[in-house]
Structure formats: C-alpha cells, structure tokens
C-alpha cells in the first residue's frame, strides 16, 4: 500500500472515530459485566480499580467464593485509603459443603456490597464473583437487580464470573466473555504468586 493510500485510510478511519466519539455524549453510571470460562475476569476487575484509583475515586470491592484466599491485590489494596473491601469468609464453596452456611455468608457479603450500592460517595463497586452467588441460589437475582437499577446515577459496577445469567447481561451497558483457550494449572502448574494469586 502506497503512504497516500495508507493515509487516506487512516484519516477515514480517524474520522469515523472522531464522529462516534462526539456521539457518545451520556453522562452515566455504567455496569460492566466479565464473564466467561477465561482467566482474568478478576484481574480486569482489579485493573479498572487501579484506574479508579488514578482519579482518587473511592471503592468499594464485595468479593465471594475467594475470600479466605491470600492474594497479592488484596495485599495490594488493603493500603489504598479510597479502598473499602468485604470478603465472603466461606472461601471456596467445595471447601465448606455447606449450603446453609454458604447462603448465610453470601448474604452477610451482599448486606456489605449493598451497603456501597447504597452510597453516593463511592464511585465504583466491584462485585466479583457474584455470578456464583446467582447460580447457587444464595442470593435472590431480583433483589440484586432492584439494588443495581436503584444505585446512585454516577455509580460504576463491576460484575465478575462465570456463566453469567441473561438478566445480568441484559442489565449491564458492556459485557466481555474471557474465553479459555489454555490454562497453566492444566500442565499441573502451581497458581504462581503476582501472576494467579
């Protein structure tokens, strides 16, 4: 391709940007959803967090399933004052076995995530693993729906895990499926700390 073609190109595709930029004129709060069988769902998560972050917002972070697991952001984040976290104290539900104490934890996390729904001055809340919470029928998904549809206008959501419901994709503005396509701990590979914990 010659460099006229090449800026031609370029200068349509520039403009084309430069047009659904000035269309994009909404003002909102919006619901990110990450779902999928992928590694990372998580991590993203934790990414727009350090964004967040970067423009001294507040934080609030509800996290299920994972919550007796060490991890190096939770590490990480515990020094961040903006910072506000709530942990399901369960772990993982095949540690427990134990469906009543499970739902009993999940509803004692949401109590705090709905708590930061709730809150005007936190700018982002992550509800990470939550799909979960859905899935296994420890959390009423109306409820949670009700709260999301009610949280102050300007408020960011970020909702994490797999096989995410259709009324979690419906209420959120973007939604990423990560796709597994391999995974280290199927070669037997231990979670390495700063990469899986």
């Given at each position: 391709?010659?460099?006229?073609?090449?800026?031609?190109?370029?200068?349509?595709?520039?403009?084309?940007?430069?047009a659904r930029i000035e269309q994009a004129n909404i003002d909102k709060g919006i619901i990110v959803l990450l779902t999928?069988?992928?590694?990372?769902?998580?991590?993203?998560?934790?990414?727009?967090?350090?964004?967040?972050?970067?423009?001294?917002?507040?934080?609030?972070?509800?996290?299920?399933?994972?919550?007796?697991?060490?991890?190096?952001?939770?590490?990480?984040?515990?020094?961040?004052?903006?910072?506000?976290?709530?942990?399901?104290?369960?772990?993982?539900?095949?540690?427990?076995?134990?469906?009543?104490?499970?739902?009993?934890?999940?509803?004692?996390?949401?109590?705090?995530?709905?708590?930061?729904?709730?809150?005007?001055?936190?700018?982002?809340?992550?509800?990470?693993?939550?799909?979960?919470?859905?899935?296994?029928?420890?959390?009423?998904?109306?409820?949670?729906?009700?709260?999301?549809?009610?949280?102050?206008?300007?408020?960011?959501?970020?909702?994490?895990?797999?096989?995410?419901?259709?009324?979690?994709?419906?209420?959120?503005?973007?939604?990423?499926?990560?796709?597994?396509i391999k995974h280290a701990f199927r070669a037997d590979i231990r979670a390495q700390k700063g990469i899986d914990?």
């Amino acid at each position: 391709m010659s460099d006229d073609k090449y800026k031609q190109r370029m200068q349509r595709k520039k403009d084309h940007i430069d047009a659904r930029i000035e269309q994009a004129n909404i003002d909102k709060g919006i619901i990110v959803l990450l779902t999928g069988n992928g590694k990372g769902k998580s991590s993203s998560s934790l990414g727009m967090v350090c964004r967040a972050l970067g423009y001294d917002m507040k934080i609030g972070i509800a996290k299920f399933l994972k919550g007796v697991q060490d991890t190096g952001e939770d590490a990480f984040l515990a020094k961040q004052p903006n910072v506000q976290t709530a942990f399901m104290k369960t772990g993982f539900t095949w540690d427990t076995q134990d469906k009543e104490y499970d739902t009993a934890m999940a509803i004692e996390t949401w109590q705090k995530a709905q708590d930061y729904l709730e809150d005007e001055s936190i700018d982002l809340v992550v509800l990470d693993e939550l799909t979960y919470m859905i899935s296994y029928k420890y959390l009423d998904e109306q409820m949670i729906l009700d709260t999301l549809n009610n949280r102050p206008k300007y408020q960011h959501v970020v909702i994490t895990g797999r096989a995410a419901s259709q009324s979690l994709i419906d209420i959120a503005d973007t939604v990423s499926e990560i796709k597994d396509i391999k995974h280290a701990f199927r070669a037997d590979i231990r979670a390495q700390k700063g990469i899986d914990l």
